[in-house]
């Protein structure tokens, strides 16, 4: 990645938070932008979003950031326009990595749990020799 596509990547995240939070974040909700990946060309910006809303499911939020996403392409513009030509069509996608890693580790968990049994089972085992 170049400077300027890395450079560009920093606005809009800091950008793109500012409006998601203004004008779409629901009461009770905190919306995170968590990465911004512009392409060399620097016409697609792909936006990977993270929802915390506690007791409410998050789709719909989704579905309305994406329904909206010409809308605030152009709230985008407003802000930016001095520092591009063209404004970067907006992708935005669910950022599962806290997921994942809670996935991964319980399967560590898991494995360690396994690993620990089978070293008590060869303990008793030594023992009764």
């Avoid at 998050?58 to 030509?85: C, F, G, M, W």
Wanted: proline share 3%; no cysteine; charged share 30%.
């Amino acid at each position: 990645m170049s400077i300027r596509t890395e450079r560009l990547s920093s606005v809009i995240q800091k950008d793109i938070g500012q409006i998601l939070q203004q004008n779409y974040q629901p009461a009770g909700t905190f919306i995170t932008v968590t990465q911004v990946r512009v392409t060399d060309d620097l016409s697609i910006a792909k936006i990977y979003l993270s929802i915390f809303s506690p007791g409410r499911e998050t789709d719909p939020i989704y579905k309305a950031i994406d329904d909206h996403q010409d809308e605030i392409r152009y709230q985008l513009a407003s802000k930016i326009k001095n520092q591009v030509r063209r404004i970067p069509e907006l992708l935005f996608y669910e950022d599962d990595t806290a997921e994942y890693v809670n996935k991964m580790e319980h399967l560590f968990k898991k494995a360690r749990e396994g690993r620990a049994d089978d070293a008590d089972e060869n303990q008793s085992d030594k023992s009764e020799a």
